[in-house]
Every structure is written in C-alpha cells, then in structure tokens.
C-alpha cells in the first residue's frame, strides 16, 4: 500500500509533500517512478532492477537526497550500468546503493548468486545462533543480531559467509563483532546496517522530513500533516 503525506509550515505555509515511491529500470534502460501499488509493484516484478526511494533533507544545501536502494537486480544489469542510469535521469542529489543481500567473490570479484539467508543472534549469555524463526530469541536480551548470506563461488571453489549486523545493542567494538564470528565461520564479510547520516554534496548531517520537522524554508515553525492518502 502507499502512502502520499502532505505537510505545512504552521509558521510560513511552506508546503512539502512526500509519498512511499519505488523505482524500475525496463529492458530499454528507462528509470520508472511511482508510489508504491498493485500497478507499479507489477511492472518492477518485470524489471531489469528496482527497489525503494527514501527521501532525506540537507539543512545545509536546502535541497532534498534521494537515496534509490536497489533491492532486486538481473544478471543481466551490471552495477555500474544500474548506477549511470540513475545518476543521468536527472539533477536531484541522489545516494544510490545496493541490498545487503548482493555479494561479489572476495577473491575474483564476480556477482554471486545468494544460497542461503538466515537470522543470527548472539544473545546476552554469549550464545550464538543461527536459523529461520528466531523469534524468541529476539525477544530476549542480545548482544548483537542481524542476518545471514551465504555464498559459494564455483570458479573459486570458495564458500563466502556474509554477516549484517541490524542491531549492536551490547555496543560492541566492530573488530570484536567481526572477531567473535570468526569462531564460528571462516571467509566472512561483515557489514553494519548501513543508514545514511551524511550529505553526498556537503557532508552535513542528513535528516528525515516528518511531522515536527524544523521547517526547511523559514527555519522557525516545525511541520504538521495538512492530509494524508493511501492506494493500493
């Protein structure tokens, strides 16, 4: 279902509005926008690539980031090519980046195809595991959780174990994350859930624009829902 939010200034009137957009790329490499829907999710099912739109604000710039997070992709689409597209289509600040689930050989660097995808936990106690349904073991204390890729290059003849860390709430230092896994597999990758703090074009702080939100233009009133939609 999608959702379009419109927002004002309660101080200026500054109108702002935001909605749940995803994005496609068809077979004739043109880049397709639009709030998420039966119809849209359709046509990005057929895609060479799509995936979600997140929407910050630079403070500093005065422009909006969009950041095009790529979940779906064909073999057939290289990276490179996928990023070139987007960055062509117009001038907007953008972020593009790729799912935790896509992984190159660490040893040839050729696109893998994904094997195996699980939860991991390690929980208060120091116990580690691994599986399909840890809902549980989430609901207990845990040092650090997240979830598993698992890889295996033929031409390498190498398996590549992938970790995600989603949640740290132990705090732990990314050298001893990185460390306790390695007790338990061996060529890993390790990545912190990735959530983008920085803008590409200043490099000041990145910010989601929602209701209380200092307004962008009069830097003096805060934001408040005017109408809110849904579709489907």
């Known amino acids: 279902m999608g959702i379009h939010t419109e927002y004002s200034c309660e101080e200026c009137n500054f109108k702002y509005e935001d909605s749940s957009d995803i994005f496609w790329i068809d077979k004739a490499g043109n880049v397709h926008v639009g709030m998420l829907a039966v119809s849209s999710s359709d046509e990005a099912s057929k895609a060479l690539a799509s995936g979600g739109i997140y929407k910050y604000y630079c403070y500093n710039c005065n422009k909006p980031v969009y950041n095009f997070h790529v979940t779906e992709k064909s073999a057939e689409i290289p990276r490179e090519y996928i990023i070139s597209l987007i960055e062509k289509m117009d001038d907007n600040l953008k972020i593009i980046d790729f799912d935790s689930k896509f992984q190159n050989c660490i040893k040839c660097s050729k696109e893998?195809?994904?094997?195996?995808?699980?939860?991991?936990?390690?929980?208060?106690?120091?116990?580690?595991?691994?599986?399909?349904?840890?809902?549980?073991?989430?609901?207990?204390?845990?040092?650090?959780?997240?979830?598993?890729?698992?890889?295996?290059?033929?031409?390498?003849?190498?398996?590549?174990?992938?970790?995600?860390?989603?949640?740290?709430?132990?705090e732990l230092e990314d050298s001893l994350i990185k460390e306790i896994l390695q007790d338990h597999t061996n060529d890993l990758t390790v990545f912190i859930n990735g959530s983008y703090e920085y803008?590409?074009?200043?490099?000041?702080?990145l910010h989601v624009l929602s209701e209380d939100s200092l307004c962008p233009k009069c830097r003096i009133g805060v934001l408040k829902i005017e109408k809110r939609s849904f579709s489907d």
């Open 112 to 170: 893998l195809e994904l094997k195996l995808e699980k939860t991991f936990v390690l929980d208060s106690e120091g116990e580690f595991h691994v599986g399909d349904d840890m809902d549980d073991i989430l609901e207990m204390p845990t040092d650090f959780s997240g979830k598993y890729y698992g890889y295996y290059c033929k031409d390498c003849s190498k398996q590549i174990n992938k970790f995600v860390i989603y949640e740290n709430n132990a």
């Open 199 to 205: 803008c590409p074009d200043c490099g000041d702080g």
